[in-house]
T-cell receptor, first 109, second 114 residues
Framework: QKEVEQDPGPLSVPEGAIVSLNCTYS??????FMWYRQYSRKGPELLMY????GNKEDGRFTAQVDKSSKYISLFIRDSQPSDSATYLC?????????FGAGTILRVKS | SQTIHQWPATLVQPVGSPLSLECTVE??????LYWYRQAAGRGLQLLFY??????ISSEVPQNLSASRPQDRQFILSSKKLLLSDSGFYLC?????????????FGPGTRLLVL
């Protein structure tokens, strides 16, 4: 079993939809959670990070962490074609940092 | 503001040839530096990280090596490339003291070994 599981997609949605991207993990030592966005042939860019369970909001993006269920989510409201990219979750605990394989998102206009 | 550069952007090399990829960071001092490889459809694999000049930690055994000759310069090398070394190589930095926490990535180098 991988330490971090992320559905590779692709996830295809119409413009304006609410998008939910998810990762599950097995290592209870993970305490620090991040979401990155990666456009094709580019390096990942940090979208959000959080230490705690609960929700963190930044514009159209909301990161949610449920440590009891070992489940994290990224919600995108009013999705735009420019949101089309691969979204990577990442988690850190102790000296270990693990990335998910990424979910491909396609927003159709 | 901080910026991170990588070059070359794309590289095609024959099997058995040497490799040198360079990464430099601007706008910050004493950063932690990282080299990742990203294979198609797979997650980021951390190859090396460095907390200071001359200090290199290897995460996985492999055909590659890393060096940090200057504070904001990180180099990934190989003496003889293998076909399996093909991939997208990413350099990243994080603030001093926060090893493996919030990282900022460069534009990447796409390597194809033939």
């Amino acid at each position: 079993q991988k330490e971090v599981e992320q559905d590779p997609g692709p996830l295809s949605v119409p413009e304006g939809a609410i998008v939910s991207l998810n990762c599950t993990y097995s290592n209870s030592a993970f305490q620090y959670f991040m979401w990155y966005r990666q456009y094709s042939r580019k390096g990942p860019e940090l979208l959000m990070y959080t230490y705690s369970s609960g929700n963190k909001e930044d514009g159209r993006f909301t990161a949610q962490v449920d440590k009891s269920s070992k489940y994290i989510s990224l919600f995108i409201r009013d999705s735009q074609p420019s949101d089309s990219a691969t979204y990577l979750c990442a988690m850190k605990g102790g000296n270990k940092l693990v990335f998910g394989a990424g979910t491909i998102l396609r927003v159709k206009s | 503001s901080q910026t991170i550069h990588q070059w070359p952007a794309t590289l095609v090399q024959p099997v058995g040839s040497p490799l040198s990829l360079e990464c430099t960071v601007e706008g910050t001092s004493n950063p932690n530096l990282y080299w990742y490889r990203q294979a198609a459809g797979r997650g980021l694999q951390l190859l090396f990280y460095s907390v200071g000049i001359g200090q290199i930690s290897s995460e996985v055994p492999q055909n590659l090596s890393a060096s940090r000759p200057q504070d904001r310069q990180f180099i990934l090398s190989s003496k003889k490339l293998l076909l399996s070394d093909s991939g997208f190589y990413l350099c990243a930095w994080s603030s001093r003291g926060l090893v493996k926490e919030t990282q900022y990535f460069g534009p990447g180098t796409r390597l194809l070994v033939l």
